[in-house]
């Protein structure tokens, strides 16, 4: 289980040798299944307001990692490009909200203070099924940072393009804003079309 006094945060805006050895362990690493969206073309850290990683302050050892991006006027979305480095992986329910809890008083917190957005949000790619995980990612986070966070009915977008990927789950902490959404029914429409 994570103990917040165990560990501490540097944030970064603009990338520098130490960072980049930091992203290499995300690029290298054979358990990573999102490897491509660590590479500079995807992860261009000066587009972020600010990313944070979080050490063992025992061993100085990389944690976990993360940021906030502004993915339209007025919406941040936290924890982008997040990664938990190997050896930091929770095995428990109990030890994903810890480390959610860590990360939400080491980064996001500080982050979302900085930032003046009428909104911030986490988001996640649908898995295939059309519930369970996002179930489960909405509950730890609610049990990581009480009532904050509500689900948005239906998927909004995060990307540039009109694929699937492109439209992802997501929680807001801003029940009254006003996203535009595709229903899961539009949606396989999009996943569909991707394929042909």
Known sequence: MFKLEDHYVKFWTKSDQEFESLRSIALNDPTNKNTGDFTRHKFVLEDHIGYGVIFNKHTDAPVT???LKEI??????LMNRHYIFPGSRNKTYADVVSGIYTIRKLIMEPLVAQANFKVHILTMPNRGKRNNFFDVFHKAHND???DHWHRVDGYIRTGK?????SWQNALSNNLNYKFNTLDY????L???SERT
């Not at 339209?72 to 979305?77: C, D, F, Q, S």
């Open 190 to 192: 999009l996943k569909d």
């Open 65 to 67: 990692m993360s940021g």
């Open 161 to 165: 393009g009109m694929d699937c990927s």
């Open 144 to 146: 990581a940072w009480p």
């Open 72 to 77: 339209e006027p007025g919406v941040g979305r």
């Open 185 to 188: 029914e539009q949606w396989m």
